[in-house]
């Protein structure tokens, strides 16, 4: 089992800067893909960034547009977020993620272990 927790979001002006982190328990994390996704009210969860068990490979959602970038810390089971040049359209809760896998996986039903969520708002 692993157990996930965010922290990190608050509210900023547009094109400001945010760093998520996901502090993970449990022994497995280490192993284990990861990733970020998010959820603006009224619409779907969407995948916003993923990386596998060692940090090696990572993948973006298109929209990310180069802004944001991933990273991992297994020392500290710990995974950041960190995003430059926010946008209104890029508040949302995001939320962290692990899978059963160890390479990058991007759809939400390949995570098995989902955290709370941190909300982020962005004003123009």
């Known amino acids: 089992q692993v157990q996930l927790v965010e922290s990190g979001g608050g509210s900023v002006q547009a094109g400001g800067s945010l760093r998520l982190s996901c502090a993970a328990s449990?022994?497995?994390?280490?192993?284990?893909?990861a990733g970020w996704f998010r959820q603006a009210p009224g619409k779907e969860r969407e995948f916003v960034a993923a990386i596998n068990y060692n940090g090696g490979s990572t993948h973006y959602a298109d929209f990310v547009s180069g802004r944001f970038t991933i990273s991992r810390d297994n020392a500290k089971n710990t995974m950041y977020l960190q995003m430059n040049s926010l946008k209104p359209e890029d508040a949302a809760v995001y939320y962290c993620?692990?899978?059963?896998?160890?390479?990058?996986?991007?759809?939400?039903?390949?995570?098995?272990?989902w955290g709370q969520g941190t909300l982020v708002t962005v004003s123009s």
């Open positions: 449990g022994h497995t994390f280490s192993t284990r893909a």
């Open positions: 993620a692990a899978a059963d896998f160890s390479w990058v996986v991007t759809r939400t039903t390949e995570f098995d272990f």
